[in-house]
């Protein structure tokens, strides 16, 4: 039904944003390290995932693969990394356009071909990551906003290798699986046993992988097959503002003049692009 269906997409875009928001206020309390929450995220989205499967299949094999463990631990690892010196709402930003431009640059690459609109959309798009990453007292440390646009880049390539997937649900489980050694010698070359961990900043990760990634993913894959492509594009649209809203209200973040001209910019030109005709998906 309709509103089943507006009810759980909202659902999912809040747990979307919930995962900037958890992580952002996990590390900047000081509660759990980077390194911990990631090893924590991924461990406790790969048991989410993994009894979600095993309730729906009597057999169940691993899924997934190698390469796409490997882009979901750089995109986890690098958003836990960059949250330390991002807010909320400028992480999602730089997340949600990465995500976006790597995966309209992946579709230039193979040959798709763009309409006037679209060259537009992607043009505004990339200038308003430019915009929010020139220096000024305003920007976002250059360090923490590069990794955060290499963690969009990495979703972006693990959505478009998920795309065909038969059973999207089983393949992150068993890349959630599999990224977990990944994480583990992360954790290990971080000097993770001497990071500060609490009981709230376990708390966070847990939240982060268990629900806001694992059943947030579950839940996404089973509206998608309701939506349109464009249609579901579109409406991720809201998972930085639905950020920064949640960082202003919740964690007293700052709403800066640089951030709403560069979501303008980003998100307008996300819109322009996706409306221009190109079918786009992202995670």
Do not use: H
């Amino acid at each position: 039904m309709p509103t089943r269906i507006a009810l759980l997409s909202t659902l999912v875009m809040i747990a979307f944003a919930a995962n900037s928001l958890l992580c952002r206020e996990a590390l900047a309390s000081g509660s759990v390290g980077a390194a911990s929450f990631t090893l924590l995220r991924l461990f406790s989205g790969a048991l989410c995932l993994y009894l979600i499967v095993s309730l729906r299949q009597r057999k169940w094999s691993v899924g997934g693969d190698w390469i796409s463990a490997l882009a979901l631990f750089t995109y986890a690892a690098g958003f836990s990394f960059a949250y330390i010196g991002l807010d909320a709402g400028a992480g999602a930003l730089l997340l949600f356009g990465a995500v976006q431009i790597t995966m309209i640059v992946v579709g230039l690459w193979s040959g798709e071909r763009l309409q006037l609109r679209q060259a537009l959309g992607a043009v505004t798009a990339f200038a308003g990551l430019l915009w929010l990453l020139l220096p000024g007292v305003t920007a976002p440390p250059l360090a923490a906003a590069l990794l955060m646009v290499l963690a969009g880049g990495a979703w972006g390539l693990y959505s478009l290798r998920g795309r065909g997937a038969v059973a999207p649900t089983s393949a992150s489980a068993g890349n959630f699986l599999r990224s977990l050694p990944l994480v583990l010698l992360l954790y290990w070359i971080c000097g993770g046993e001497e990071e500060t961990t609490s009981a709230l900043g376990i708390t966070y990760a847990l939240a982060s992988g268990a629900l806001a990634s694992g059943l947030g993913y579950a839940l996404w894959y089973a509206v998608l097959p309701a939506l349109r492509a464009t249609t579901a594009a579109t409406i991720q649209l809201s998972v930085p503002v639905i950020a920064a809203l949640g960082g202003i209200l919740l964690l007293d973040e700052a709403l800066t003049l640089r951030l709403v001209i560069a979501a303008i910019a980003v998100l307008g030109g996300v819109c322009l692009f996706i409306l221009g005709g190109q079918r786009v998906r992202s995670p």
